[in-house]
């Protein structure tokens, strides 16, 4: 069976949008087929971090309406093992029912799918995905951010409860300076279980431009670690400085 992820955060910007195509270019270096489904109603984004927003014609709405799933996929030119559903481009128009078929089906033809939903704590799609759906909780090393995965952690659904924590834009100036003492700290406030950190990085800052990353890169290797772990290979932290 394939593998289903889906992103969550408090509040907006902590980067889920661009550890999900992070974690796409990683998992299509493993040769896995990856399809990207943008939840985020009215501001998608996915399509222009990744290079296809000048293609795009129909989006999920026009799928879940009951349109061909191919209508609205569309495949990176650069990297034909990644492929993105633009998210509606009005608000309202995602019922749970047709989403819960859509993902389904497209669970049977991709090895990854990626669902990554806008910030807040509407939970009210979450369990249209499916059970096997791996929840990944994205925040920032900033005690703000913190505190907000903590109070998504406190209202997931029970169903939910097993979601991971992924800190991006981690800076060990945070470990430095000492407002933590070590990662411990953030996994302690948080309440979830981490599933690996994601440096500060001027490459993923770039990625609507770039639509890539580069391999040898230290935002390339951290995701890859995650990517790895979500397969289910135990993958050891490095130590700080090498994040
Ligand atoms: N690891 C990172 N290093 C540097 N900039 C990042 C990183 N992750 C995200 N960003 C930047 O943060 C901003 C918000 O990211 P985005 O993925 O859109 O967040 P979200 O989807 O959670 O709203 C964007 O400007 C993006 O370029
Ligand atoms: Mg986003």
New binding site residues.
Partial sequence: MGICLA?T?G????????????LSIAFSKMGKRVLLVDM?EGLR?LDL?LGVDHKVVFDLSDVLGGAPISNATYTLPQNQLISVVPAPSEVGNISADALSAFAKKVKEVFDVVIF?F??GLDFSLYSSIGKDTQFLT?C?PDPVSVRDAAAVCARLPQTERDARLII???DAEYIKKKIYNNIDDIIDISGFRLLGL???????????VTHSVHKKSK?FKALFRIAKRLCGESVKLPKIKKI
Avoid at 13 to 22: F, H, L, M
Avoid at 198 to 208: A, F, G, I, K, R
């Fill in positions: 992103t955060s509040k907006g910007g902590t980067g889920k949008s661009t550890v999900s195509c992070g985020d984004c971090l990554d806008p910030a994205i920032n991006n834009r981690f994601v440096p500060q990085s001027s490459e993923l800052m770039l990625l609507s935002a």
